[in-house]
């Protein structure tokens, strides 16, 4: 190997040094971005109370249509208003929609209003939606998305 090989090896070894130092810097600003979002939402603070549980499909959706904002609901989507015991909209409720395998996949608070949109179409599936906030329990919504239409729909405390 000639020293002009080694030099070139040596600088190249380098700039992987440089590189990986800032990628480890960029996944721990993610990082404290993603425990930033979290805390703020909420997650992992409190456990959903799963005393009651609700099975939410096409079927048992089919007559309950609620105007969200103006939303139409689209196939694989999950739009609904969150309301307490007495029926009164009920806002901040952190909501976390989890795939078969318990894995968040989609999470987001209810407006001012109550209501929660989770407009992005998601997989056909079985999902589990957990509905927190303190001084509150909600029922376990067991989700089956197939494809249809869901509707928009209610979840009351319990």
Same mark, same amino acid.
């Given at each position: 190997m000639t020293e002009v090989e080694l030099q070139q090896l040596t600088a190249q070894n380098q700039n992987l040094i440089d590189?990986?130092?800032r990628l480890r810097k960029? #996944?721990? %600003? !993610? @990082? !404290?971005? &993603?425990q930033e979002l979290s805390s703020k939402l909420g997650v992992g603070k409190e456990q959903p109370v799963q005393s009651d549980r609700i099975t939410i499909n096409p079927q048992t959706v089919k007559d309950y249509r609620i105007d969200i904002m103006g939303v139409v609901p689209r196939e694989n989507t999950v739009n609904f208003v969150v309301k307490d015991r007495?029926? =009164? =909209? &009920?806002?901040d409720v952190v909501c976390i929609i989890k795939d078969s395998s318990g894995r968040p996949t989609r999470a987001a608070k209810s407006n001012q209003l109550g209501q929660v949109l989770f407009t992005s179409p998601m997989p056909t599936g079985n999902y589990t939606l957990e509905l927190t906030k303190s001084g509150y329990a909600f029922p376990l919504c %067991? =989700?089956? =998305? @197939?494809? *249809? &239409? !869901?509707?928009?729909?209610? #979840? *009351?405390? #319990?």
């Open positions: 590189e990986n130092a960029t #996944i721990d %600003e !993610l @990082n !404290l971005k &993603v007495e029926g =009164l =909209l &009920v806002p %067991e =989700l089956e =998305l @197939n494809g *249809r &239409v !869901l509707g928009s729909f209610e #979840i *009351r405390a #319990i």
